[in-house]
């Protein structure tokens, strides 16, 4: 029995030891890769190793299979001919060197079940010792061009230039860096933009992109404000499709007009940075008419970001609207003709929540329809910080808004203190104005340090302005310089809450429009012995429904605590 064991097992050593895992290719077609495939599916049940070592020309259709590894020598690539496809459903093993060639941008080749590198579709421009390569986004096109749904790609490198637009239209995919913080001149995975004519670094048609981790910048950082040109992210759905589904989350971008432009619903943008650009996020309803009442601009969260200088404190007219968030309908400027009713529907269930701001003119701007903006910390506004029109049930509440940026308390800013040129005249605003906005919710805000209104509301009734603490309105720039007498002060002109006096087209009816809104258990105070202001509250239409009451106001340096018409 023994000895009829020992033949069976010689018998079969031979044919277990001719399983082979690994074919080795010094070139030729994909003839030659095919019969090392064909030879991996007859040894081994398809899976296994095949080895580039020189170049593989691909003239043909031809299909990788799961199990099949293409394990690419540095130098050696598959060459793929203009219309022929190739799809790689198996593992790639390559360092961050070109191992597909194909001329076509729109080419035909698909990588399933695995991450994607630009630098496989072409040597970039880090890469380059040189330092003249500066077509970057076409080995990026051709990278994203070979991604399937569900597909993901990174950029491992320091920098990319970029001086095409890159477009995406793939669903469901991701788009990472190597979350390395780039600040000042440091370059650290960056996308550079190098040609301010181009509209966006990518332009995103389709649904569910993904967004982390990536720094984006402009090499020419001297435009700012209004004329500055182009966007980071451009996202925009085509035939008629308002939903967005997209996040971004761990980005940085600087030196854009619109940092992140979208129209439609549904992004979440967390844990950014936006710095020296017009307007940090953009949204307007996606490509409807505007007046058929869909909720188009919903669904957004824009949670835990910083914003920084976006506007800042110059007095340069460039800078005038630029803001940090604004979310509103094509065609629709502040303070227009338009009745609300126009706007209630368009964009609602959108949290704006625990963003830290400073040295910016405005931080939101937009409609305010079912919209939580709370927790946010916005410091030197230099403009009306938020500026909320049209919408119901809106709530602003937990906000921290301080006009002054200095730890001197006699100089609101810290800019010089002649100001011949114009240039950093100190700046207006509101620390929250609303505007065609009923039912809104403001409570719980701290408002400090603003030249004018600490809460204006015009044409907007039936809210709830409870429990803020509004200080130092009315403020003016300089309270006293070194050596010299304080400057004049501005007019007594504001007042801690204001409600406009607004009277219908009708003189004859004299209807009141700025009614029933509580206002109640509010400390309102000027500190400052060097500012004085008008009213700590000013109810112009009347208070019918004895709804303002229970405030705590110091009338020293006021006119007169509460002023009712």
Same mark, same amino acid.
């Given at each position: ?17 001719? $399983? ?16 090392? #495939? ?34 690419? %020598? ?75 749904? /569900? ?56 649904? +569910? ?6 720094? &984006? ?51 979440? #943008? ?7 650009? %017009? ?110 029109? /049209? ?9 921290? #808004? ?25 700046? $207006?605003?509101? +620390?929250?104005?609303?505007? %065609? ?86 400390? #309102? ?10 009213? /700590? ?9 004895? &709804? ?18």
């Amino acid at each position: 029995m023994k000895k009829i064991l020992l033949g069976l097992l010689i018998v079969c050593i031979p044919f277990l030891c001719s $399983s082979q895992t690994e074919f080795v290719l010094l070139g030729g077609t994909q003839v030659d890769l095919q019969n090392a #495939i064909n030879n991996l599916n007859n040894s081994n049940n398809g899976f296994g190793t095949i080895t580039i070592k020189g170049n593989i020309l691909i003239q043909q259709n031809t299909n990788i299979p799961p199990g099949i590894t293409l394990n690419f %020598y540095t130098g050696n690539k598959l060459i793929v001919s203009n219309g022929v496809s190739l799809d790689i459903k198996g593992s790639i093993k390559a360092l961050l060197t070109q191992i597909i060639e194909t001329n076509e941008l729109n080419h035909k080749i698909k990588i399933f079940n695995q991450v994607v590198y630009p630098e496989w579709f072409g040597e970039c421009s880090y890469q380059n010792s040189l330092g003249n390569n500066q077509q970057d986004n076409i080995p990026i096109q051709k990278a994203f061009n070979s991604l399937i749904g /569900g597909g993901e790609i990174i950029f491992n490198g320091n920098e990319y230039l970029i001086n095409t637009e890159i477009n995406i239209d793939t669903p469901s995919i991701k788009i990472k860096g190597k979350g390395t913080y780039s600040a000042g001149n440091v370059i650290a995975n960056d996308l550079v933009v190098i040609d301010d004519n181009i509209s966006s670094v990518f332009n995103i048609t389709t649904y +569910g992109i993904v967004f982390s981790d990536l720094n &984006f910048t402009k090499k020419n950082k001297t435009v700012k404000g209004i004329n500055a040109t182009g966007k980071a992210l451009n996202f925009i759905r085509s035939n008629n499709t308002k939903d967005i589904d997209a996040s971004v989350t761990n980005c940085r971008f600087t030196h854009f007009k619109y940092c992140i432009y979208g129209e439609g619903a549904n992004l979440k #943008i967390t844990d950014s940075f936006f710095g020296a650009s %017009y307007i940090g996020i953009y949204i307007k309803e996606a490509q409807f008419d505007h007046n058929d009442h869909k909720p188009q601009t919903r669904g957004h969260i824009i949670d835990r970001n910083r914003f920084h200088s976006m506007g800042s404190e110059s007095n340069d007219s460039s800078l005038i609207g630029s803001t940090c968030i604004k979310i509103r309908p094509k065609g629709y400027a502040f303070q227009t003709s338009y009745t609300p009713e126009s706007y209630t529907v368009i964009g609602y269930y959108n949290h704006i929540t625990n963003n830290y701001v400073d040295d910016c003119k405005t931080f939101f701007e937009g409609s305010i329809d079912r919209t939580k903006i709370e927790g946010n910390s916005i410091l030197k506004s230099t403009d009306t910080a938020i500026k909320a029109f /049209g919408g119901l049930f809106g709530a602003i509440n937990d906000n921290l #808004i301080d006009g002054a940026f200095t730890w001197n308390p006699n100089k609101l800013y810290p800019s010089k203190a002649s100001d011949s040129t114009g240039q950093v005249a100190f700046p $207006s605003g509101h +620390g929250i104005h609303i505007s %065609y906005a009923h039912f809104a919710t403001i409570n719980n805000n701290q408002i400090m340090n603003k030249r004018y209104h600490g809460i204006f509301v015009e044409r907007s009734k039936n809210s709830s302005i409870q429990s803020n603490t509004i200080m130092n309105f009315n403020r003016h720039r300089f309270i006293k310089r070194s050596g010299e007498n304080p400057e004049i002060n501005d007019d007594r002109n504001y007042c801690g809450i204001y409600i406009a006096k607004v009277q219908d087209d009708n003189p004859l009816t004299n209807d009141k429009y700025n009614i029933q809104n509580v206002i109640s258990n509010n400390t #309102i105070s000027i500190t400052h012995n060097k500012v004085e202001g008008n009213y /700590g509250i000013y109810v112009g239409d009347g208070d019918d429904w004895n &709804f303002v009451k229970n405030n705590f106001i110091v009338s020293t340096r006021l006119i007169q605590s509460i002023k009712i018409e």
